[in-house]
């Protein structure tokens, strides 16, 4: 038996000559996105490991290129995950966001309840009091910060589409947080950069980066010059849907990924670490 590290969740596979056949499924587990693919091998366990719709075929152990003899991992099932958000605290305002704009379209794109908690978490524990967000949407993830930011504390929410900032607007304001948002219509670049000319390089605790995905080299660059030394960038989406996992997946998009957590995992300017929550983010703190 050999254990395969692939980042979220990590794979387990047994008799690796054996032929695996995947299975592929999109699952919502209490309304939350959740994405999965099993494998099965003849005469073998069921093993799980992280997703791409498109992935219809096996990864054959020689494109593996991370094996980790010995190590335990716990694959995600439905059950497992709903367990997990049967204990997840989300903030009733959270909670009324989520449904009130789930049917709305892109409602898909914002973090999980478990995500949300997991941010506000971390940003308690490094008593941070000036944070970024890029790619903002309806503000759920945005929110789950401010709701725990202490007064005084300051999130520049940042994104180029009017609309969602508008709702965001809304969803602050009736959480009582709005005075600490500082909302920023515009290109992300142009609104870092903005913060650079302003005089603010060291100035910030945490920025969350979840825009467009392809900018991300940009906007991390720009992100650690904004942040203090020991400060946390939360690079999200870094799993994509289990596709940056998967060689045979190659569309922009996945490759630049790819490209970016290899980055990130090399990047000595920063502490890293890949943590298998949402869509799969990246923890990198500025050394
Ligand atoms: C994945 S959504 C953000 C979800 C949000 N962080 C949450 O979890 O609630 C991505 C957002 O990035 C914004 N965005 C994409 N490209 C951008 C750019 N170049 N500048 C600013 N915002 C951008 C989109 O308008 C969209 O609202």
């Known amino acids: ?5 692939l980042g979220w969740p990590v794979l387990t596979l047994h008799k690796l000559s054996t032929n695996l056949k995947l299975k592929c499924r999109h699952v919502s587990v209490l309304g939350t996105r959740h994405v999965q693919f099993i494998s099965y091998a003849p005469n073998c366990s069921r093993v799980l490991c992280s997703v791409d719709s498109s992935a219809t075929k096996a990864v054959p152990s020689n494109q593996l290129d991370t094996l980790v003899p010995g190590g ?10 709903s367990y997990i958000l049967r ?13 009130e704009m789930a049917e709305s379209p892109g409602s898909n794109m914002q973090i999980p309840p478990d995500q949300g908690q997991f941010l506000a978490l971390l940003v308690q524990l490094m008593g941070a009091r000036r944070c970024i967000e890029v790619g903002v949407f ?3 993830s945005s929110l789950a910060v401010a709701l725990v930011l202490p007064e005084g504390g300051k999130l520049v929410a940042c994104d180029r589409d009017e609309r969602s900032l508008a709702v965001a607007r809304q969803y602050y304001e009736h959480a009582g947080v709005l005075h600490k948002v500082d909302i920023r219509h515009g290109l992300a670049a142009d609104t870092l950069n903005d913060l650079l ?8 605790d945490y920025a969350f980066l979840d825009a467009d995905k392809m ?24 799993l994509w849907y289990g596709r940056t996992a998967d060689p045979l ?3 922009k998009r996945t490759k630049f990924l790819r490209e970016f957590n290899k980055f990130l995992a090399e990047d000595d300017r ?17 050394q």
């Not at 038996?1 to 590290?5: C, D």
């Not at 000319?197 to 910030?204: I, K, L, R, V």
């Not at 920063?270 to 500025?286: Q, W």
């Open 1 to 5: 038996m050999s254990n395969v590290m």
């Open 72 to 81: 335990k991992h716990l694959p995600l099932t439905d059950q497992l995950y």
């Open 87 to 99: 204990h997840t605290r989300e903030p009733l305002i959270l909670q009324k966001l989520r449904e």
């Open 138 to 140: 309806h503000g759920y």
């Open 197 to 204: 000319q302003n005089g603010e390089a060291g100035s910030y």
């Open 215 to 238: 900018m991300y080299r940009e906007y991390y660059e720009l992100l650690l010059q904004l942040i203090k030394p020991n400060g946390l960038i939360v690079v999200d989406n870094t």
């Open 249 to 251: 997946v190659n569309d």
């Open 270 to 286: 920063i502490n890293v670490s890949m943590v298998p929550i949402g869509d799969g983010m990246t923890l990198c703190r500025k």
